[in-house]
T-cell receptor, first 113, second 114 residues
């Protein structure tokens, strides 16, 4: 069974600084998709960024970027110029077969003013 | 506006009772999913459906049942066999049955046991 591991239950960052959230996964597939979702206190799940495993280039979305290391099965999320609105629970997820997602246990990010 | 509607927002279950959580989407998506979230934990897949009148068990299907009689609707029943039903339940959908499309999530239902 696929597993997704987020080793940092909690992280904090100063406003305007950069923070990196870690994620490792385990899959035997050669082509798959990886995601970072954000869950603010409203508990609405919001897609932050998506990476296709066959693409060498790391995905970026404005202040959010990933460091995708396929051989190491690592998929970290970097948030630049952190804002108070970035405070949330962040989940890493891997697509398993049939578009099922396996989620990590999450990292709670606090942004300090 | 297109989206996924979950109801109710809060639900209380008495012991021995079955309860049904509603999930409706008007996005014309083929695939629909039910996830369970316990406090401080990630989402775990209960059931999913890729086509009308067909569905598959996820990782924690015991004590739950679903139906997919219409493309737009994917209700989840929490049966009395589910001994620890207190959790936040999220419904999601996606347009294709491959991972290249993101999941669209509803706003969730908090289920508690009286």
């Amino acid at each position: 069974a696929q597993t997704v591991t987020q080793s940092q239950p909690e992280m904090s960052v100063q406003e305007a600084e950069t923070v990196t959230l870690s994620c490792t996964y385990d899959t035997s597939e050669s082509d798959y998709y990886l995601f970072w979702y954000k869950q603010p206190p409203s508990r609405q799940m919001i897609l932050v960024i998506r990476q296709e495993a066959y693409k060498q280039q790391n995905a970026t979305e404005n202040r959010f970027s990933v460091n995708f290391q396929k051989a190491a099965k690592s998929f970290s999320l970097k948030i630049s110029d952190s804002q108070l609105g970035d405070a949330a629970m962040y989940f890493c997820a891997e697509e398993t077969s049939g578009s099922r997602l396996t989620f990590g246990e999450g990292t709670q990010l606090t942004v300090n003013p | 506006d297109g989206g996924i509607t979950q109801s109710p927002k809060y639900l209380f279950r008495k012991e021995g009772q079955n309860v049904t959580l509603s999930c409706e989407q008007n996005l014309n998506h083929d695939a629909m999913y039910w996830y369970r979230q316990d406090p401080g934990q990630g989402l775990r897949l209960i059931y999913y459906s890729q086509i009308v009148n067909d569905f598959q068990k996820g990782d924690i299907a015991e004590g739950y049942s679903v139906s997919r009689e219409k493309k737009e609707s994917f209700p989840l029943t929490v049966t009395s066999a589910q001994k620890n039903p207190t959790a936040f339940y999220l419904c999601a959908s996606s347009p294709f049955t491959s991972g290249k499309e993101k999941l669209f999530f509803g706003s969730g239902t908090q289920l508690s046991v009286l």
